[in-house]
């Protein structure tokens, strides 16, 4: 028995409850959370001593904690770019965590964000002052990095305030470099997304890694926020293990394009997350592993966001060796024209190991490999939790995300629920037809009750 325990980011469903399904796969893991209530939300910040004192109560014997430094440092991920308290404060409670990690007697894995800086005017996760100023903030940071020190009409107290929060941050980024040094953590990663070519995000990673390279630390700088988590339990899981995956995009000749949301090229993004996951970079005839990619020729596509661009074409061959399908063609959302395609194809349930079309092109690697390599080194299959997780990858990635998330947004329709329901069905049956599944019940919530994010629940 594998045993795994994990302090999410945040209480959504592709953070909290999407690590445990996936950990399902193999009824030889155990993996331990805390109570979903201890976590945050889109308002709430995390109860930082209830998961302290969960962390305490964790059973000795345990082969890794995968853990969100965030969460205990600011109570979160959306928390840490709008918490107020000061660095004292915060290291208190990180010294606290610090000597919990140390009694354990295992791998830590941990994982930090780069504070980002998003190119708008919507607040909605960041400090109030980010609807009228959000842009002006992001040019002011761009320009500053690249030109040096620049004039703006940001008001001295909001541009104060920001950059005050985000020295804070940064040094605590560079307190975690002490403990990796110390031993306290085994692997640690920095996450930035959102990212541009130029910003104090980007120059702060940069510094990161000239710290990395100068003392030698088992840490990294990775492009991506919310799928590191699965990442660090893949490398959990393959804990040394030679795996060699192969990648084999759909459109060969764009793999040097650069996804939305991202400051490397798709081939980095790939060659990336497969590393991170403790695994090698091959090439097709050597590998273990195909991972699958549809990826996007000049642009990815945003569907809500109306850029739609065409659709798989060719000729889909699905690999004889064990595969998963990472669809990156859209940012956020399947490929219509992939999946149908693919599911004109016989799938093998032995070969498959999983599909996913979630998010930026980082959250879709991460999570994908995730699930391979799970069913991949499972020593207790099960087939149903297999089949289970697929079905709501489907509906969310697929049947939600690009097809009535689009329908919804343009009509005004609000998170109407009933009418999620409704345009659900004919997608289910499509998926429970194809995975031969019987299931008693799917459902569906806004768990921030807004459109960005479904619960798919499958009973």
């Not at 703006?152 to 985000?166: A, G, Q, V």
């Not at 930035?192 to 702060?204: I, P, T």
């Not at 659709?311 to 399947?334: C, M, Q, R």
């Amino acid at each position: 028995m594998k045993k795994f325990a994990l302090v999410p980011i945040d209480n959504r469903p592709v953070c909290y409850t999407l690590p445990k399904q996936i950990a399902d796969i193999d009824n030889d893991i155990e993996l331990f959370l805390p109570e979903r209530e201890f976590l945050g939300d889109l308002t709430k910040n995390a109860d930082i001593e209830a998961l302290l004192n969960w962390m305490k109560s964790l059973p000795e014997e345990l082969d890794a904690i995968i853990i969100s430094l965030d969460t205990i440092a600011y109570g979160g991920l959306i928390p840490s770019r709008r918490s107020n308290d000061t660095k004292e404060e915060i290291e208190t409670r990180l010294e606290e965590l610090r000597n919990i990690l140390a009694t354990k007697n295992t791998k830590v894995y941990a994982f930090s964000s780069i504070m980002r800086i998003s190119n708008n005017n919507i607040n909605e996760e960041e400090k109030e002052y980010w609807s009228e100023y959000g842009k002006k903030i992001f040019q002011y940071s761009y320009d500053c990095h690249q030109k040096g020190l620049v004039t703006t009409d940001i008001p001295e107290n909001i541009l104060k305030d920001y950059l005050e929060t985000r020295k804070r941050n940064f040094e605590i980024n560079k307190l975690y470099l002490k403990w990796a040094e110390d031993g306290i953590i085994d692997t640690l990663v920095y996450s930035k997304d959102d990212c541009a070519k130029f910003g104090f995000n980007v120059l702060e990673a940069q510094q990161l890694q000239k710290f990395i390279k100068e003392k030698n630390i088992n840490a990294l700088v990775k492009t991506g926020a919310d799928e590191i988590p699965l990442s660090l339990l893949s490398r959990a899981v393959t804990c040394g293990k030679k795996v060699k995956i192969a990648p084999v995009f759909t459109q060969k000749d764009y793999t040097n394009k650069i996804s939305k949301y991202e400051d490397i090229s798709v081939f980095e993004s790939v060659k990336g997350q497969i590393e991170l996951a403790g695994c090698e970079c091959s090439e097709e005839p050597d590998a273990d592993i195909i991972l699958l990619i549809n990826n996007f020729k000049e642009e990815q596509g945003e569907l809500v966001m109306g850029i739609d661009v065409e659709g798989f074409s060719g000729k889909l061959t699905l690999p004889e060796k064990p595969y998963v399908v990472s669809d990156i063609l859209n940012a956020n959302g399947a490929d219509n024209s992939f999946v149908e395609k693919f599911f004109e194809k016989d799938i093998n349930l032995n070969k498959f190991l999983g599909y996913a079309g979630w998010n930026t092109t980082g959250n879709t690697l991460g999570s994908a490999l995730c699930c391979a390599l799970v069913k991949y080194f499972a020593t207790n299959l099960n087939i149903s939790s297999f089949k289970k997780l697929q079905i709501i990858r489907f509906l969310d990635d697929w049947a939600y995300q690009a097809n009535v998330r689009k329908t919804m947004k343009n009509q005004g329709l609000g998170t109407d629920i009933n009418f999620v329901d409704k345009k659900m069905k004919q997608y289910e049956d499509v998926l429970i037809k194809k995975f031969d599944a019987k299931f008693e019940e799917i459902g569906y919530n806004f768990p921030w009750q807004r459109l960005f994010e479904i619960e798919v629940s499958v009973s």
